[in-house]
């Protein structure tokens, strides 16, 4: 297991080193929005995958309710504690680039609003993990909440869909045009996607271990508890 | 079926018996929501282009505050009253003690509503009682009660049950709220025409959406 | 009802509750026959009180099953809780409503045919027929106790388990509440907690004594006393 988390993190050092290199050397400055434009390159794949969490928490958290098992649940919460904090960079990104070039920290901006909301239900979810004591209605009480909370998210992130938005159009992913993008920045924005996905997953990976293993340290006390309860009367 | 919505009614029949008893939550609710009133009201910069705005703004700031305490009463009244366990040892299903609350909570509101409408309908001087704005109303409070009434009963199980309803129940409504705000002021606006009933539609079906899960969820909230 | 008589009334299958910090239950396996009235002695923090709770359903257990009629008590559909009337240590009354509006609402939920007749005939089994039209914050606790007694049996269930109901009556009361168990809910199955152990005694066929070790112990009434009388000696 060691092994595997070095591995991960090695190559997760890698792509990150390539990534910055990309950004702040090849990369052409942008014409209109000037140096401020690379932080695009770390914004914009840290606000698409806080997109993610809602998905993993709605599954696993359904997959709790009907299966009682903790690693559903382990799996839900440190979805959440990853998109919390993924949220809270791309919104803290985003922020720095809106400075210079809106003029304003913020902005009520739908989209704006959205990540504001979710990051919002994210810390609901884990302010009623802390505020739940015993542990089999902890993971159902967040189960539901997080049921709810993700499709709240939709439900806020299809509204910001309709509404006018000033946030810049997504000139990425499969809706824009092949051609409008030099090839550098092409490769920039992959290298420091590819990237940031990597530490996404790892640290998905690594939480839902950690809260597996406090569960099973749990159960295991639990165990010699038993032992010890059953030595001491018999 | 008939079973199931007598024991829908009688919950809530049981609700409203004991607020009549007292009328302890209609009137603290209405001082609170009238005095916010007054002081958003107040704040808000006055100009003739943004009263629809400002109206559909200040009353659904002002409903959204009066559901949070009408849920939040409902439940702690029937947990220290009782505790939980006195309805779950009924053999009631549990969707339907949700729904009792449900409806309950709503009438308790529609009350609310049916006070601070003309109330603000005369400080405003902007015709509210119209029926695009009361569907729009019962609509969005539909939805707004029924996550509310799930949040709650999680919240009163909770060590800080006080602190914990807003954190989840605010956030939450927040869709429905906005589109109750925007819907509002539409309807304020004759020039908008037809297309108001778009608009109730879709608080319709978010309203359906939110309680129809919400029931569903309620099983496992209540489940010990 | 036919599960009533080829199933035991309860059936506790190696059923533990552990709380965060203490086991109020452990591995406890009994069963209850219908018709058995059992008394549930222990000190305090023996579990008891948990076990009411377990076996009403009001409580989850972290192990094991409860059966009642044969049935899986978390599994059956709620009309399966018409046949239990559980009193705990809260009453389960509305503080603002009066016994009446009480008794009404449960009587309804309990789907109870012309409740107002079966309130008048539990009003006369308890004597709180001038108790019944007075808001029950306005009670005193061994008058709430009565009223709880009969919102416990309004639905005339078969399975009646009650947690300490004697506690705060006084010797009249105790007296009306023992001839209600031993004569009128003589074909009932009763599981009983009580610290009074010389009142319980006549009026049940089996006891039950938990230890704060969590074991337990199940003997008839006889076996009960000759142990009593063997321990003296």
């Not at chain 1, 720095?96 to 504001?116: H, Q």
């Not at chain 1, 000033?166 to 590819?194: C, M, R, T, W």
């Not at chain 2, 969707?95 to 003309?118: Q, R, T």
């Amino acid at each position: 297991m060691l092994l595997q988390n070095r591995i991960m993190l090695g190559l997760i050092l890698i792509a990150m080193m390539s990534a910055l290199y990309l950004i702040f050397i090849m990369v052409p400055t942008d014409v209109n929005l000037g140096v401020s434009q690379r932080i695009f390159y770390i914004h914009v794949p840290l606000a698409v995958l806080s997109l993610i969490p809602p998905i993993i928490v709605f599954i696993t958290s359904t997959l709790y309710l009907v299966r009682r098992s903790p690693q559903w649940d382990a799996l839900a919460h440190s979805s959440v504690e990853v998109g919390l904090l993924f949220t809270t960079l791309a919104l803290v990104t985003g922020s720095i680039w809106a400075r210079p070039t809106w003029g304003v920290w913020w902005t009520w901006d739908p989209v704006l609003t959205t990540f504001l909301i979710l990051w919002l239900v994210y810390l609901g979810y884990l302010l009623i993990r802390s505020y739940t004591v015993e542990p089999d209605k902890r993971a159902r009480f967040s189960a539901i909440v997080g049921i709810l909370g993700s499709i709240n998210a939709l439900a806020v992130y299809l509204a910001s869909e309709l509404w006018r938005t000033i946030h810049p159009d997504k000139v990425i992913g499969p809706a824009a045009e092949e051609n409008a993008l030099d090839p550098a920045i092409q490769l920039g924005i992959l290298v420091s996607f590819i990237a940031i996905l990597l530490l996404f997953a790892y640290t998905i990976i690594f939480r839902t271990r950690l809260h597996s293993a406090v569960n099973q340290i749990g159960s295991l006390r639990d165990q010699i508890d038993d032992l010890v309860y059953r030595i001491s009367n018999k | 079926m008939k079973t199931y919505l007598t024991q829908v009614w009688d919950i809530s029949y049981k609700d409203i018996r004991l607020e009549m008893r007292t009328r302890q939550m209609a009137v603290s609710v209405l001082v609170i929501v009238i005095a916010l009133m007054i002081v958003t009201n107040l704040a808000i910069p006055k100009s003739v282009d943004a009263t629809f705005t400002t109206t559909a703004t200040v009353i659904w700031l002002c409903i959204l505050i009066a559901s949070f305490m009408v849920v939040m009463r409902n439940f702690v009244i029937e947990y220290d009253q009782i505790g939980f366990h006195g309805l779950i040892m009924c053999p009631v299903p549990r969707d339907a003690i949700y729904l009792g609350k449900v409806v309950s909570n709503l009438i308790f509101l529609l009350v609310i509503e049916s006070i601070l409408f003309p109330l603000s309908s005369i400080l405003f001087d902007v015709p509210l009682l119209t029926p695009t704005v009361t569907a729009i109303t019962g609509m969005a409070t539909i939805g707004i009660v029924a996550a509310g009434t799930l949040f709650a009963a999680i919240s009163v199980n909770t060590k800080a049950r006080e602190i914990m309803l807003p954190v989840l129940f605010f956030p939450a409504v927040i869709p429905i709220v906005l589109a109750a705000v925007d819907a509002t002021q539409n309807a304020l606006n004759p020039s908008y025409g037809a297309k108001i009933l778009e608009d109730i539609g879709v608080l319709a079906a978010l309203s359906l959406a939110i309680i129809a899960t919400s029931a569903i969820l309620f099983n496992f909230a209540v489940d010990e | 009802m036919t599960n009533q008589f080829k199933y035991a009334a309860i059936e506790c299958d190696n059923v533990s509750k552990h709380y965060i910090s203490e086991r109020a239950l452990d591995h406890l396996d009994i069963n209850i026959k219908t018709g058995e009235r059992l008394l549930v002695i222990g000190p305090n923090g023996s579990g008891k009180s948990t076990l009411i709770n377990v076996i009403g359903g009001l409580i989850r257990p972290t192990k094991g099953i409860i059966r009642i009629h044969g049935v899986d008590i978390h599994k059956s559909s709620p009309e399966h809780r018409k046949t239990i009337g559980i009193l705990t240590h809260r009453p389960f009354l509305y503080e603002d409503f009066t016994g009446r509006e009480n008794l009404t609402f449960f009587g309804k939920l309990f789907n109870v045919p012309n409740v107002s007749y079966r309130i008048e005939e539990i009003a006369d089994l308890f004597t709180i027929g001038h108790l019944l039209d007075r808001r029950v914050s306005l009670l005193s606790h061994g008058n709430r106790k009565r009223l709880g007694m009969a919102r416990t049996i309004i639905h005339d269930p078969n399975v009646i388990l009650l947690d300490e109901p004697d506690s705060g009556l006084d010797a009249h009361s105790l007296d009306e509440l023992g001839q209600t168990l031993g004569q009128t809910l003589q074909s009932k199955t009763i599981v009983l907690t009580s610290h009074n152990v010389d009142w319980a005694l006549p009026l049940v066929t089996d006891v039950l004594q938990l230890s704060t070790r969590q074991e337990a112990l199940k003997t008839s009434i006889r076996e009960y006393h000759s142990l009593h009388e063997l321990r003296k000696s």
